[in-house]
T-cell receptor, first 114, second 110 residues
Framework: EPEVTQTPSHQVTQMGQEVILRCVPISNHLYFYWYRQILGQKVEFLVSFYNNEISEKSEIFDDQFSVERPDGSNFTLKIRSTKLEDSAMYFC????????????FGSGTRLTVV | SQQGEEDPQALSIQEGENATMNCSYKTSINNLQWYRQNSGRGLVHLILIRSNEREKHSGRLRVTLDTSKKSSSLLITASRAADTASYFCATVFAGNMLTFGGGTRLMVKP
């Protein structure tokens, strides 16, 4: 069964530092997503990406966040200057098409900002 | 907000019993999806039901959708200890953005 792979599984960073979370979506999927889940809270949408462009983003996804598909396989989320409140589980996901597809999620990266 | 809200928040049953979880939402939707999350792990897609569908089955799972009441239910029949997890509904209003509810924590005791 194809999987979405995320690295690292855990990341601890100092407040104010930049972090890059990495994801390898399923190879024939066209849409890529980042979601986050702060401990004890709901899973929240951050951004969707298609054809090398952001297609949707939430209010959470401010100028501190950016996404990139640097090559044919990786999809990254960068947080430029981390804050304590960025501590969360970050999930990458992909779908083959635009609508009415179930997502395939990765196992997540637990980001802890200290 | 069109977020889904599940109830109950927590459910504890014995192995072999059925588990029913409910989800309510606020606006019209394109589709509704159910996901499972084992503790500290990623979300696993279980089933998708479109707004023009009323019921779907997948193995031991049965999902219903009532768009007039803006609600859905997930039934797991003949539950197993391995079904212990959190279950989330997620709605799609437009595009393909998922809006998640708070989840139901299911414990199935052996």
């Amino acid at each position: 069964e194809p999987e979405v792979t995320q690295t690292p599984s855990h990341q601890v960073t100092q407040m104010g530092q930049e972090v890059i979370l990495r994801c390898v979506p399923i190879s024939n999927h066209l849409y890529f997503y980042w979601y986050r889940q702060i401990l004890g809270q709901k899973v929240e949408f951050l951004v969707s990406f298609y054809n090398n462009e952001i297609s949707e983003k939430s209010e959470i996804f401010d100028d501190q966040f950016s996404v990139e598909r640097p090559d044919g396989s990786n999809f990254t989320l960068k947080i430029r200057s981390t804050k304590l409140e960025d501590s969360a589980m970050y999930f990458c996901a992909s779908t083959p098409g635009a609508t009415a597809y179930g997502y395939t999620f990765g196992s997540g990266t637990r980001l802890t900002v200290v | 907000s069109q977020q889904g809200e599940e109830d109950p928040q927590a459910l504890s049953i014995q192995e072999g019993e059925n588990a029913t979880m409910n989800c309510s939402y606020k606006t019209s939707i394109n589709n509704l999806q159910w996901y499972r999350q084992n503790s500290g792990r990623g979300l696993v897609h279980l089933i998708l039901i479109r707004s023009n569908e009323r019921e779907k089955h997948s193995g031991r799972l049965r999902v219903t959708l009532d768009t007039s009441k803006k609600s859905s239910s997930l039934l797991i029949t003949a539950s197993r200890a391995a079904d212990t997890a959190s279950y989330f509904c997620a709605t799609v209003f437009a595009g393909n953005m998922l809006t998640f509810g708070g989840g139901t924590r299911l414990m199935v005791k052996p």
